[in-house]
């Protein structure tokens, strides 16, 4: 089953640095996994994709990586800013039309 | 193009009351999805729907029910509301095709006391 927890990890972070948030997944046969970032009172936002098959995936100022062989993914943010402030899931797909969210993990800048 | 909106935005309900929560998208998508979100932790799948007519269950359903009647909206109804159901509820809707690029709604949170 998903790992659960009670307290959001959080990242601090100043701004101008890169800030990197990472993820573990669960299941081996998942085909694509997702990061979102949702900020305070607002609904979950789609940031990055990648696809099982790949390894990294660059978008603006953002990058995921996908280690198959440890269940890792992690998202990097290049020079933080203010407006990066945000919780930030992962989310992977089974082979299905649905998505299993992870927990989260609240990113905090500071100038 | 509105999006995915959804109402109320806040709502508290007394224990064994009902009420249904509202989505509606104007995207034309076929998928459309039901997520709860507890304090500090991620989104859990309520229930979904691939198309008008069709509904099926997810994560967590009981206590819950929908109905997809149109393309537009897929409402969720909370028949005997129990404080287990105090969370942020989310609606989602995707392309056929393009299931990773989910687009929410702002939520509408309940409380049940």
């Known amino acids: 089953g998903e790992s659960v927890g009670l307290h959001l990890p959080t990242l601090s972070v100043q701004e101008g640095d890169n800030s990197i948030i990472n993820c573990a997944y669960s299941n081996s046969a998942s085909d694509y996994f997702i990061w979102y970032k949702q900020e305070s009172g607002k609904g979950p936002q789609f940031i990055i994709d990648?696809?099982?098959?790949?390894d990294k995936r660059q978008g603006q100022r953002v990058t995921v990586l996908l280690n198959k062989t440890v269940k890792h993914l992690s998202l990097q943010i290049a020079a933080t800013q203010p407006g990066d402030s945000a919780v930030y899931f992962c989310?992977?797909?089974?082979?299905?039309?649905?998505?299993?969210f992870g927990t989260g993990t609240r990113l905090q800048v500071f100038p | 193009n509105a999006g995915v909106t959804q109402t109320p935005k806040f709502r508290i309900l007394k224990i064994g009351q009902s009420m249904t929560l509202q989505c509606t998208q104007d995207m034309n998508h076929n998928y459309m999805y039901w997520y709860r979100q507890d304090p500090g932790m991620g989104l859990k799948l309520i229930y979904y729907s691939v198309g008008a007519g069709i509904t099926d269950k997810g994560e967590v359903p009981n206590g819950y029910n929908v109905s997809r009647s149109t393309t537009e909206d897929f409402p969720l109804r909370l028949e005997l509301a129990a404080p287990s159901q105090t969370s942020v509820y989310f609606c989602?809707?995707?392309?056929?095709?393009?299931?990773?690029?989910?687009?929410f709604g702002p939520g509408t949170r309940l409380t049940v006391t």
């Open positions: 990648i696809r099982s098959n790949m």
């Open positions: 989310a992977e797909r089974k082979n299905t039309d649905k998505l299993i």
């Open positions: 989602a809707s995707f392309r056929a095709g393009h299931p990773y690029e989910q687009y």
